[in-house]
């Protein structure tokens, strides 16, 4: 007996084995994409074709060349063809990537509630809709990955070239919008969640403010934002730092003219970080609250006729508060989640951006962070991406730090969209501890809507 009890346990090990290595497999194969895409899209070149080839000879590489890490390590570094190095920021990336991919699906899959190290408990890191039936969250969890994924490689970018490509904060966007949603309506179509009740948080991915207002005015203001978007296109409004480009060469040629060099930008030695000496960063604040304009109104509006759709509503004496009389479904109840949390979160950054910008007049912030924290929200919610924005400023001290640590020699400045990458990762991983502060703070309240 106690021989059979311990050969299937030792299947289980050898199940969750195999389980982790196609986890770091598929973690690894994303990490090769990473590459791609971080070689690619500042170049602007298709990140589909042409094949895979050495940067120096052009020769396109073999499938066993292109096995992430593995093919790097065989080739010992050097390109089989002309012999050049080959930058190990590639093998990094994909060990890293799959690192990261294994890390969240042991803590969430793997590791028991009350499993707790030097007092720390690895168990609670899991979010909550994790729930009892962890089969049916995989889904959730590929929109985590994607983000993930996405963070890495708009980290890469943007440490690089001070910009992010807006591509990489729409894939996870989307992803959530179209995932979450199906996910919650296959979920209660099976009996697993019912429907949507007044107080009660969408408990999958995306938890939000609920209820009829909220719904409506998630996707009244995601509309807004796509008529801000066609004013655009028309030309009816005017896109912010439309002439930016023509000022930084007319800035660049009159220092160049004046003996300075043209690698300099108003005592800045990187060109990329020309952007804060733009004089003009308020007259483009305006332009852009202009455009928001259709956003903030058409989310009254959706909160008003979600309300007066839900209607009437009526006093339920066991809630002990007012219920409307159609109740959201939960597919309903994600899509505003992520929509919300796409609001919410890009907001955030965008009115820092907006006021820091009117108040020192200089451009405080990039759209780039501003989309990157929107994805951050509609994927994994708005809390989390709140407290990623704000647990940034942190991250960019620990920075600092380290540089002086180091005898200055971290000298070049760091964009803000790393800051925020790393510290969206670290609130998913210090979930126990943020709901200990928020408790302290807020008392038995604090933490209770945490995903």
Same mark, same amino acid.
């Given at each position: 007996m106690t021989l059979a009890v311990e050969s299937y346990e030792l299947w289980l090990w050898a199940f969750d084995a195999v389980k982790v290595l196609f986890v770091a497999a598929l973690g690894a194969c994303i990490g090769s994409l990473t590459n791609v895409l971080v070689y690619r899209l500042p170049r602007g070149l298709n990140v589909v074709t042409p094949p895979s080839a050495c940067p120096a000879c052009g020769t396109q590489l073999t499938f066993g060349e292109n096995i992430p890490v593995f093919g790097w390590l065989l080739l010992k570094g050097r390109c089989r063809f002309c012999r050049v190095k080959i930058s190990a920021e590639y093998p990094l990336v994909e060990a890293f990537v799959a690192a990261l991919f294994v890390l969240f699906f042991v803590l969430y899959y793997m590791v028991p509630t009350g499993t707790v190290v030097l007092g720390f408990d690895l168990g609670g890191i899991k979010p909550r809709w994790m729930g009892s039936s962890a089969s049916q969250t995989w889904p959730s969890?590929?929109? %985590? @990955?994607? %983000?993930l994924s996405s963070l890495v490689a708009m980290t890469l970018v943007d440490a690089k070239t001070s910009? !992010? $490509? %807006? !591509? *990489? &904060?729409?894939? $996870?966007? @989307?992803?959530?919008? *179209?995932?979450?949603p199906i996910h919650a309506y296959i979920v209660q179509r099976a009996g697993g969640l019912g429907v949507t009740t007044p107080g009660e948080v969408w408990t999958l991915a995306t938890p939000g403010p609920d209820g009829w207002g909220w719904i409506g005015a998630s996707i009244? /203001?995601?509309v807004g934002l796509g008529v801000g978007n066609v004013l655009l296109a028309t /030309? *009816? !409004?005017?896109?912010?730092?439309?002439?930016?480009?023509?000022?930084?060469?007319q800035a660049l040629a009159d220092q160049d003219a004046a003996g300075q060099g043209a690698g300099h930008a108003g005592g800045h030695e990187n060109p990329g970080e020309m952007w804060i000496a733009y004089p003009?960063?308020?007259?483009?604040m305006v332009k852009e609250l202009v455009f @928001?304009?259709?956003c903030l109104g058409l989310a009254m509006m959706g909160w008003w006729l979600a309300r007066m759709w839900a209607g009437p509503w009526k006093f339920d004496a066991v809630m002990g508060e007012l219920v409307p009389a159609h109740l959201a479904p939960l597919w309903l109840a994600a899509l505003g989640g992520v929509l919300m949390g796409y609001l919410i979160g890009g907001g955030v950054v965008w009115a820092v951006r907006i006021f820091g910008s009117l108040g020192f007049g200089k451009e405080s912030m990039g759209l780039g962070d501003v989309h990157m924290m929107a994805a951050v929200g509609a994927c994994i919610g708005w809390i989390n991406s709140v407290l990623g924005f704000f647990g940034a400023a942190f991250v960019g001290l620990a920075w600092v730090l380290l540089g002086k640590m180091l005898g200055g020699r971290l000298k070049r400045v760091m964009p803000y969209g790393p800051f925020l990458a790393v510290s969206t990762v670290l609130v @998913? %991983?210090?979930?126990? *501890? !943020?709901?200990? /502060?928020?408790?302290?703070? &807020? /008392?038995n309240m604090g933490g209770m809507f945490l995903p």
């Open positions: 969890f590929a929109v %985590l @990955l994607t %983000l910009t !992010i $490509p %807006l !591509i *990489l &904060t729409w894939v $996870p966007a @989307l992803a959530a919008v *179209l995932v979450h009244g /203001g995601v /030309g *009816l !409004i005017r896109r912010s730092f439309a002439d930016y480009e023509a000022w930084e060469k003009h960063a308020r007259r483009e @928001l304009a259709p @998913l %991983l210090c979930k126990p *501890l !943020i709901e200990m /502060g928020l408790r302290k703070l &807020t /008392g």
